[in-house]
């Protein structure tokens, strides 16, 4: 069961290791699109299998994800379960953004914690899943299982352009519902601060769904957050790979790239134009969403027999 974290629950981030003489690479991954495909929301077997591997060889696998606990206990860590986690392997899911994170073994999943100091007024989510209910079941629907933030998302039998149109008007509507609240949000280039001028929420729409969540979540917290559940169980690897499909996504990149890791980002939707970055950015072009994340996971599983022995500048991933 979800219980409440104590007030500050993210000390400071751990400082990086002095040493670089192990292959060990640290994974931060971003759930839907790289892991689980955006049309089917599930995780091709092959993804499994080689985050499985990477784990059993030391690597430490950390979900950096917007979705809930539940869709990665569902999604990921049953069928991981179901192929065997290794005695001794730790997963680690920092979900909705920072807001919530809890572990997983092959004895299954650990307390879920969730930061009260960025979860949304329950009176505010039960507006929305009124909203939903009243003037957009047809095209989206409200995401019980978000434990801090409220997200509506597009329903599996509505069209994706259907969906966005909608999607446009129910976000206006998002706005008119935080103003009688008296809840500050921002949207794109939009700001609608609160009775005192300040915005402490942000509405969030991605290609399949509405975020609205604390101003303060984010890939980079929960990339802050990654190596506070790490660093307990393993040195900290100098160096780590984040793989995301969006623009927000290399804000993971960005937090360990600022803390002095050794990092590099895979995109595995450059499509959307990719930003200057002081570390190196990897595609696996032609191919994009969950195939790009599968490739990169296989060629970071074929580094682990011929790499055994080298430096981890010389495996090039
Ligand atoms: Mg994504």
């Not at 971003?30 to 060889?57: C, E, H």
């Not at 696998?61 to 606990?69: A, P």
């Not at 047809?138 to 999607?167: R, W």
């Not at 969006?246 to 790239?257: E, G, I, N, Q, V």
Request: aromatic share 8%.
């Amino acid at each position: 069961m979800p219980t409440d974290a104590p007030l500050d629950p993210l000390p400071d981030a751990p400082a990086p290791p002095a040493h670089r003489d192990h292959p060990v690479q640290g994974l931060l991954l971003d759930v839907d699109g790289p892991i689980a495909s955006p049309v089917t929301r599930t995780v091709p077997p092959g993804i499994i299998t080689d985050l499985l591997l990477l784990a059993a060889a030391g690597w430490p696998v950390v979900f950096n994800t917007g979705r809930s606990d539940h869709f990665i206990r569902t999604q990921v860590m049953e069928p991981m379960l179901a192929v065997g986690i290794p005695t001794g392997v730790t997963f680690h899911a920092v979900c909705e953004k920072g807001g919530t994170w809890f572990s997983f073994t092959s004895d299954g999943a650990g307390e879920v914690f969730v930061d009260q100091e960025l979860a949304l007024p329950t009176s505010f989510a039960d507006d929305i899943r009124d909203l939903v209910e009243e003037k957009y079941s047809h095209l989206m629907f409200f995401d019980e299982t978000k434990l801090a933030m409220v997200s509506v998302e597009q329903s599996l039998d509505a069209t994706n352009p259907d969906y966005l149109e909608g999607q446009a008007h129910f976000d206006q509507d998002v706005f008119d519902v935080m103003h009688s609240h008296d809840m500050g949000a921002r949207r794109l280039e939009r700001d609608d601060p609160d009775s005192s001028g300040e915005i402490g929420y942000r509405i969030d729409p991605t290609i399949i769904s509405t975020d609205i969540e604390s101003v303060r979540v984010g890939k980079d917290l929960g990339a802050e957050r990654a190596l506070t559940l790490v660093a307990p169980l393993m040195e900290l690897p100098h160096t780590w790979r984040t793989v995301g499909d969006s623009r927000t996504d290399y804000a993971m990149a960005d937090y360990l790239h600022g803390q002095g890791f050794d990092v590099a980002h895979v995109d595995v939707r450059p499509a959307d134009g990719v930003p200057d970055t002081p570390y190196e950015v990897i595609t696996e072009s032609p191919l994009i969403h969950e195939e790009a994340g599968a490739a990169f996971l296989a060629r970071c599983v074929a580094a682990l027999s011929w790499g055994a022995g080298q430096t981890e500048d010389e495996l090039l991933l």
